[in-house]
């Protein structure tokens, strides 16, 4: 408790009386000042009882108009206060906003002696996306002689999401799927609740697994099979180099990429499938998160993902040969190439000497490429797990040697991959100002997908910005019907 200013001046006037009974030997000077302090002590008595009184019929609520925030949104944040029996106190309110939020007014009421309810409604923004948590709201009890101050109500959270793209198309060959992740098939066949085939009786089978619907219909016993519940392990690599930040403020490479891993999160969450993260940086993995399915693990996922940011360029002399889209297609592995060396290296033919020269350059290809982060990071993640694995990479088309074969590696050992790139050119700035050249870039994007798509469980998906990819297909259109395509 706090004194107000009065009681400090009824302290003090308690203190001079006694100061000067003593001084003078006047008893009635001191009693007088013990007077005066038994007054304090009643009404501190009187204030705690009351208190106490105030505090339990007292509800205190703070509520945000709208769940789904983005970035830079304003929305109106309520602040309500009842109480249940009257009081003789002044209860003053104050909110408690997060500090990332914004507002020009104050988010606080006041309850008078014999107020039952107040309401206050202030308009905030929300600059900084992310799960932002209110603290209690600050309540303030007083009379003219004391106060009290404690924190009373709920601390709710609010979360906030980038300002992102709004119309996305995800598809291959400018034709959009209605889908990047939704039900899938076990392709065993088992207990579960999805029928899958009928076979006839046989020796073993339980007598609970007869469909006697088949079997009156058929005249022999038959057994209906179910397709086995499986769930499907996904690790999500998320790729927020330099390069990703490509593109108008809100709607970058990254931004894109972003939405449609949210939307995919969600449904895996849906599903029950486990998920995992791991993002790569210009200096390599900045966060690893092991696949799960606890509410946990799929709230840190997408807060992950919310929280990414293009990291800084880290330039090395091999960068630009490999983000060019037609260079180093070659299909030799680097094992394939330390195996030819070594079988060359005894050798003293013309033959040998001609050989050894491109299997070295084809060697310190594969070099660089291991040393790439995209590679690197889905290497390291590889050598750790033996169990099957749904690989999710988002990145775009700037580096498509490296691409290459870090598809080849997320699919060994007969794993299943899904890349989404983002085509550079629907993303740079006045990148479609020559819309024949947009197109001619296009198609190189469209060759290095599929040549993806054609490697065997692997899918590969363009996503981009619907107007834009529209834009530069619509060229076609036009050249094709002025008889020049």
Do not use: C
């Not at 080849?408 to 990148?431: C, I, M, Q």
Request: no cysteine; charged share 25%; glycine share 8%.
């Amino acid at each position: 408790m706090y004194p107000t200013r009065q009681l400090w001046a009824a302290l003090l006037l308690t203190g001079f009386l006694a100061v000067l009974a003593v001084v003078t030997a006047n008893l009635l000077l001191l009693g007088g000042a013990g007077l005066v302090g038994a007054w304090v002590l009643v009404h501190q008595y009187q204030f705690t009882q009351t208190l106490e009184t105030t505090v339990d019929s007292l509800e205190v609520r703070q509520s945000v108009a709208r769940s789904g925030i983005r970035t830079n949104d304003t929305v109106p944040v309520t602040l309500t206060a009842t109480l249940e029996t009257d009081s003789p106190f002044t209860v003053e309110i104050e909110g408690g906003l997060p500090t990332a939020a914004a507002s020009d007014d104050q988010l606080s009421l006041t309850l008078e002696p014999g107020d039952s309810s107040a309401t206050r409604t202030v308009d905030v923004s929300w600059p900084i996306a992310g799960r932002h948590q209110f603290a209690e709201p600050t309540v303030t009890v007083s009379n003219e002689l004391i106060s009290e101050t404690l924190s009373l109500g709920e601390a709710s959270t609010v979360t906030v999401e980038p300002r992102g793209p709004r119309a996305i198309h995800v598809g291959e060959s400018g034709d959009r799927i209605a889908t990047a992740y939704g039900e899938h098939d076990a392709n065993q066949v088992g207990s579960g609740l999805e029928p899958a085939e009928i076979r006839e009786y046989v020796t073993g089978d339980t007598a609970d697994r007869i469909d006697w619907n088949a079997t009156a219909r058929l005249g022999t016993p038959h057994v209906r099979e179910f397709e086995a519940e499986t769930d499907r392990k996904t690790l999500f690599i998320v790729d927020h180099r330099a390069e990703l930040a490509m593109g108008p403020a809100g709607e970058t490479k990254l931004e894109y990429l972003r939405e449609v891993a949210l939307a995919m999160v969600a449904s895996a969450r849906r599903l029950g499938d486990p998920v995992g993260l791991l993002t790569v940086g210009d200096d390599g993995v900045t966060s690893r998160l092991e696949p799960a399915t606890t509410p946990a693990t799929y709230t840190r996922v997408r807060q992950g993902l919310l929280g990414l940011e293009p990291t800084a360029e880290v330039e090395s002399t091999t960068t630009a040969t490999n983000r060019h889209p037609l260079k180093m297609n070659g299909r030799l592995t680097a094992a394939d190439a330390r195996a030819s060396m070594a079988a060359l290296s005894g050798e003293t033919d013309t033959f040998a000497a001609t050989l050894r020269p491109f299997y070295a350059t084809r060697q310190g290809y594969r070099d660089r490429i291991e040393s790439e982060p995209l590679y690197g990071a889905v290497k390291t993640a590889r050598s750790r797990r033996t169990d099957t694995l749904w690989t999710v990479i988002f990145t775009d088309d700037s580096r498509p040697a490296e691409l290459r074969e870090t598809v080849k590696l997320a699919r060994s050992d007969g794993n299943t991959v899904l890349v989404l790139l983002a085509p550079t050119v629907l993303y740079e700035p006045g990148g479609l100002a020559d819309l024949e050249s947009a197109y001619d870039r296009y198609l190189e994007f469209e060759e290095l997908r599929r040549d993806l798509s054609r490697m065997s469980r692997v899918t590969a998906l363009e996503v981009g910005p619907t107007d834009r990819l529209s834009t530069v297909l619509s060229t076609n259109r036009s050249q094709t019907r002025g008889g020049r395509a």
